[in-house]
């Protein structure tokens, strides 16, 4: 029971937080970040409590408490599915990486990865009845602390010079707090022992580890939203006129660049080109916008 009440105390308050958060900052990394929270709470329900609680409640180890934990687990992987991808989904959104097609290819074969493992060994224990062919079952949790590994590790080495310092510090610091509740968690799981304490902490563990970067994404958002709304949406409105007038990546880049107030020399500096071929691309700019001027193009791009 104290791990019932503890995971919906827990897990509805990460909910609430999330929700509360999407409602009042219009950001766009946020409907992802409150999806991974959600799917991360429901499963953790079905995987961290329910099979536990109906553990407790029929014969330990027996071939019905199996049976019933098999199909609760066929409950829970759609959401560690969708937690997995929601959360890269957070990153990504988060650096404004656009682009799906890799990424779309990179879940299908995710999702694959996680429901082949899972069928194979329910299939072969039902048609068997021999628990020894459920160990495929392990691959299923090792690939999905796998794939939250990468997503935590790419946003703590993310740096994406379209991208504003303020957005990548903040992804930064969630990173660094993410991956130390996530690994402290993992640890504890992987040294877990039979006893009983072992099974009511770890349930709670879950729930909890999602908290201290739900709090620092509210804290982040609370001082900086109307900045990064700001930027956000000049960021946006600049990816449509740069569509518009058919500037190139590299053309794209220069003018983000441009926008800040720097120098050719710096531009080249931080692109690793020369100052003339800076001054070339700035040449075209002009031409396919029809300004004469860095204050025009600003006008451009940025009208008041």
């Known amino acids: 029971m104290l791990i019932l009440v503890s995971s919906l105390s827990l897990g509805s308050l990460t909910i609430a937080i999330g929700y509360r958060l999407q409602q009042k900052y219009p950001i766009a990394f946020l409907p992802a970040y409150q999806g991974y929270l959600a799917s991360s709470v429901v499963y953790g329900l079905f995987n961290w409590t329910a099979i536990p609680w109906i553990a407790d409640i029929l014969q ?3 071939s019905v408490t199996v049976k019933v934990a098999l199909i609760l687990g066929i409950l829970a992987i759609p959401f560690l599915i969708l937690r997995v991808i929601l959360l890269c989904e957070t990153v990504l959104k988060w650096t404004h990486v656009r682009g799906s097609s890799y990424r779309l290819a990179g879940y299908f074969l995710f999702g694959i990865a996680i429901l082949f493992p899972y069928a194979n ?3 072969r224990f039902f048609s068997r009845q021999d628990r020894r062919l459920l160990g495929g079952i392990e691959w299923l949790g090792t690939v999905a602390i796998a794939a939250q ?3 935590f590790i790419y946003a703590l080495f993310a740096h994406d010079m379209k991208n504003d310092s303020l957005s990548l510090r903040g992804l930064k610091i969630f990173a660094k707090i993410s991956l130390f509740c996530f690994s402290c968690y993992v640890l504890l799981a992987f040294f877990a022992g039979p006893e009983r ?3 009511v902490l ?3 563990l879950y729930f909890a580890v999602l908290i201290p970067p739900l709090l620092y994404v509210r804290q982040f958002l609370a001082k900086n939203a109307i900045r990064l709304k700001d930027l956000r949406e000049a960021n946006e409105g600049l990816i449509h006129l740069a569509d518009s007038y058919r500037l190139s990546p590299r053309e794209q880049d220069i003018v983000r660049l ?3 107030g720097k120098t050719n020399k710096e531009i080249a500096d ?7 071929t800076v001054k070339n691309a700035t040449s075209r700019i ?3 916008t029809g300004v004469r001027s860095r204050s025009q193009l600003a006008g451009k791009f940025y009208p008041r």
């Open 60 to 62: 330990p180890g027996s």
């Open 121 to 123: 060994s329910m299939i």
């Open 149 to 151: 590994y990468l997503a």
């Open 197 to 199: 304490w072992f099974r």
């Open 202 to 204: 770890l349930p709670i």
């Open 258 to 260: 441009i926008l800040q």
């Open 270 to 276: 931080e692109l690793f080109v020369s100052p003339h």
């Open 286 to 288: 002009y031409e396919k």
